[in-house]
């Protein structure tokens, strides 16, 4: 007969285990800022995302294993377009989305001898800033619902408590990108004054735009964001002529999905 351990002590292994493989990636912030989501996630591969878009206004970040996660968010893309297609692309919002997240690592937890390493946000841009969405899943299949920004990660707690400090709401881009930068510098994820944009995978949710929200920004644009960001740019309040251009500039981005990934709502399979 096999050994018997104790749920409460099979749940604790599974979750411990799962805090372990978590923690030996680096952590990754989304913010909100006044023309949308920024998402944030030191990344120096070009081919293999942490950031990537569901649907026309929903995005998806994630830490932890890479063929974990990349599974989870191409089940994500197919459950999003066929409820857009059956029902209503207004019927496709990140609450459901989650929700469906949630109960998919939740019964992996359960029932799997090893859970997944994985934590996800799911978040969506709204018509306005108050009707921004972000909800947290954690390995366990946990939900939160997060306002204003989320830090997932081992050193999670750490980097949450920078970005309080430098986080007001309504800010710009660039002083959003400026207080993201700050808290993953400190917290074991590269040296501040180092950090360019090859070390950066960065994308938006930007509310102007019109149907697919979703764009990288990268390069040049990425570049100049940096900084304006260090050189002081981080700390004007939002609404200023800077932060239009900036939110201009990025609405005019070309960056968009990585070539290879699914196009969501156009009716390609991942």
């Known amino acids: 007969m096999p050994f018997y351990v104790s749920p409460e002590q099979a749940m604790k292994d599974k979750a411990d285990y799962a805090r372990k493989g978590i923690a030996r990636g680096r952590n990754s912030v989304v913010v909100t800022y006044d023309e949308g989501i920024l998402f944030v996630a030191p990344n120096p ?14 995005a998806f970040a994630a830490v932890g294993r890479y063929n974990e996660y990349e599974n989870l968010r191409v089940a994500g893309v197919r ?18 989305l989650a929700n469906w997240y949630a109960q998919v690592l939740g019964s992996i937890f359960t029932e799997s001898n090893k859970p997944y390493e994985v934590e996800l946000v799911v978040a969506e841009v709204g018509d306005a800033p108050d009707e921004d969405q972000m909800y947290r899943i954690t390995f366990d299949g946990s939900v939160a619902d997060e306002h204003g920004f989320v830090a ?24 959003a990108l400026g207080a993201a930068i700050a808290a993953l510098s400190g917290q074991g994820n590269g040296d501040r004054g180092e950090i360019n944009g090859g070390q950066l995978e960065v994308a938006v949710l930007a509310r102007g735009r019109v149907h697919r929200t979703f764009r990288r920004i990268q390069g040049a644009r990425l570049e100049e964001l940096l900084s304006q960001a260090r050189s002081g740019g981080a700390g004007k309040a939002a609404g200023g002529k800077g932060a239009k251009g900036g939110a201009a500039a990025e609405a005019g981005d070309t960056g968009d999905t990585a070539a290879g990934e699914p196009s969501p709502g156009d009716g390609t399979a991942p």
């Open 79 to 96: 459950f999003a377009d066929t409820r857009g297609y059956q029902y209503a692309r207004e019927d496709v919002t990140a609450r459901g």
């Open 45 to 58: 591969s070009s081919a293999l995302h942490k950031v990537s878009e569901i649907y026309d206004r929903i």
């Open 152 to 175: 997932m990660g081992g050193q999670a707690e750490q980097v949450a408590g920078v970005l309080k400090e430098r986080y007001s709401a309504g800010m710009s881009i660039e002083a």
